[in-house]
Every structure is written in C-alpha cells, then in structure tokens.
C-alpha cells in the first residue's frame, strides 16, 4: 500500500464475493479513486456453489440452477455486465410440482402459493389433503391474527395456521426442497417474513395471497419473465461475465488464507495466504461461510467469531442423470417433485431439468436432477459415488418406475454448504452487526445473513461492498 492508495481484500470467490468486487471495481472506474482491490479464492475455480457442466450436449448445474424474479438483483447484475440476452424463463406450458404422497406422485393444487391454497375449486377436487385436513385449512380463514412479535419455527406457525397435515405433505418437503432445513427448527420471520406479514396485515393466509394473486393477475406480464430464471448457458455465465468484468491481476485463485492480523497502530489488516504471500488491506470484505469467517476472525474479536460459530450448516449432494426420452414410462409436465419426510425416502427433491428449462438436453433425452442429505439425511452425501448413485437409481426406479440404466450421471457434493436460519436467526444476526461495530473495516457477506438464494447473495455483497467503500471515503 502506498501513502494515499487504499486496499479492499476481499475473501471469497463465490456469487457474494465477486459480486461485491464488481461494484466496488465500478466505483473506482467511474471516481477515479485511489482504491486498490484484492480478491482471494481458495479453490482452483471462481463461482463457489454455482458450478456448470456441458458434458454430450448436456448443461448440469452442480448447484443452484436458477433465480427468483421476483428478487430482482440478479436479473439487474445480468443487464448491468450486458449479460441480459441470455437470460431464459421457465418452458412455456410447465408449471407446478408433484408431492410424493403415500408412494405415488400427486399434483400440489393449483393456485397453490407459498403454503396455502388461492384457488378453492382445484384445491376441493384434489386429493392430496384428506377432508379432515381441509377443514383444518379452512379454519385459516376465521382464526385472528397472532399479537406476539416473537420469532416461531415455521412448523409452529404453519400448524397453527393451516394444521399438521399442510405441515407434513406441503409445508415440510417445499422447505426440505429449497433450504434442506427441518421446519421444527427454522425461524418463519428470517426464512418467510412474507407469511407473518399476510397474516399481520389480512388476518388470513388464504384471503391474502387471494388478494396478492388478484394484484399480480392485473399487472402487464413481461413476455420473457417467469419466477424462476436462469442463463441460457447455465448460470457459469454469470460467474464469467463477472470474473471478466474485473482486471485479471487483481483475482487470486488456488490459494486460501489462512490468517487475518490486525496491525497494532490499527490502520490495516495483514492477510497471511497458504502458498506463503502475505497482502496489507486497510479493509477486509469477508465473504465466506460463517463458520470460516469465524475461524479468520477469532484472533481479532473472540465474541464476534463466537456468534459467527453458532450459525449452523447442512449438507446437501444434487445427483443428475441423463435418460432416453422413451425409456421414461411417467409424464414429465412441471418442475419435479418433493418428497415429505413422512414417505421415509433417500431424496429429497427431484428437478426434471430440461423439461423446467430449454437447451438442457438434446432432443431425444432428459435430463433430471435428484436432491439428497439435508437435515434428516445428511450422513448420506458422504458415501462412496456407486453407493450414491446406486441409491437414487433405486429411488427413481420406486417412485418414476425409471428402470434403464442411465446416459451419463454427474455427482455434485455440498458439504456444510446450507446455512440454516434456525429460530432466532434475527437476534443473532444482530448480535454480529453490533459486534462489528467495534472492528472498523471488517466487513461480512453471504448466505448465512440475509437470505440464501443469488439475488439475496448479489444484495448482501453490494451493500458490503458501499459500506466498504464509506469506511474507506
């Protein structure tokens, strides 16, 4: 560093990180600013959990495989690096999702969002919930709201809303699906605050997302968007629009740190690498699992390591196998299906890939993307490949009557890689923000915080990146 030059390290090469650098580069190009950058990756490869394979004409996301529209971070960084052309929604004609219930595959109802039903004519007809459990629903429409503004786990609170049957065939598997969380545990205001506002501000689930769905049904629809996007390359598209965005010299890769110190006249960091380097930065963007920032920042601030610590982590493996289209004796029409708890399964979700997005598979194949581990099953992403692959061949065999043998398969491990926003999620996080307080020029980013999804990471990284940026100015 020089006497007027500034340094921002930022550790961590994933969707956050780079995210953050690419505002931060920004604000240095278009201020003319003085302000060196520096970003660290341990792995060989930039991008963390979002990992695109093309294999004989196949496009395999090792991990995430697309975005909510509604968040619009990701759809605004895609316009942003130019980007935009290549963004694709869902096929024309798919919608909806299948429940594995008492061993068969059923349609979750139409009109179905988030958790309760908007549409009472399909839902009547359809008989994944028995009557009983209807009733239970119905009691959504004349039950007050609750007073108390005390965090509850999401069990409790669809439980006392729509009953333990909506928990245990919808609420449980969609959750198991998206989060690999256990409802029992995860807190409802961090994982669905939308949920306690329809019921703060409509008393009902049902009456508000009827109201909610009457909103949208008036709005221009765009004629590209649908609520889940993606790239038409795979999502790798958007890791290299970013990575390119940014001067080569300032990205390491393959190299880990393994030591952040605080100076003594406390005017800058020094970043001590495993290949040996060391680097001075007057502010360090911490972009990594809670638990790896912990372990970094412990040295510095033992309490503030201590509640990174206790945010927990599950693991999760995603399985995809390609198949003839004729060897697939069931109709492929939605996205996949989840798998309740209840049903004493090895998987918990299944994506039918290339039915869900175009340029997935050629013509005559499919493509389909199992989900294992998770809270309930996590010993299970840690066996041997065969044994892995031997288990959701079965799994598929039981539940798709899938019996050929498949074209390829790509086996993807996430170890501890799913931050769990438990029941007092918000508390904590507080505790960490406060914390930070007291060491100036730390800053922290990423999916254990504010949200998982890519548009919660973008956000999460762009706002570390101007809160940098004013500590730096």
Known sequence: MTGTEKTIAIVGGGITGLSAAYFIQQYIKQENKPIKLILIEKENRLGGSILTVEKNGFIIEGGPDCFLSEKPEAVQLCH?????DQLIGTNKGVKGIFILSNGKLRELPDGFMLVAPTSFSSFIKNPLITPRGKLRMAM????????????ESLAQFVTRRLGKEVLEKIAEPLVAGIHAADPKTMSVKSTFPRLLDLEKNHRSLILGLIKR???????????SSTMFMTLRKGLVTLINALANSLPSEIIIVGDRVVEVKKKSDLSHYILRLEGGRTLAANSVLFATPAFVSAWLIKPIDHRLAQELSSI????TATISLAYSKKSIP???????????????RKIMACTWSSVKFAHRAPEDSILIRCFVGGVKNEDLIYLGEND?????????????????????VEVFRWPKAMPQYNVGHEEKIKKIENQLHHNPGIFLAG???HGIGISDCIKSGKRAALATIKFLS
């Open 447 to 449: 999916s254990a915080y």
């Open 388 to 408: 892995l692959i031997s288990i959701v061949c079965q799994e598929l065999r039981e539940i798709m009557k899938i019996t050929a043998e498949p074209l390829l």
């Open 330 to 344: 069931f109709s492929l029409n939605g996205f996949g299906f989840v798998v309740p708890q209840i049903e004493k």
């Open 213 to 223: 769905k009457k909103i949208f049904a008036s709005q221009e629809p765009s004629s």
């Open 312 to 315: 927990n982590y599950i693991s």
């Open 80 to 84: 942003h690096l130019g980007i935009q």
């Open 140 to 151: 959504d429409l004349i039950l007050p709201a609750k007073k108390s503004e005390e965090d």
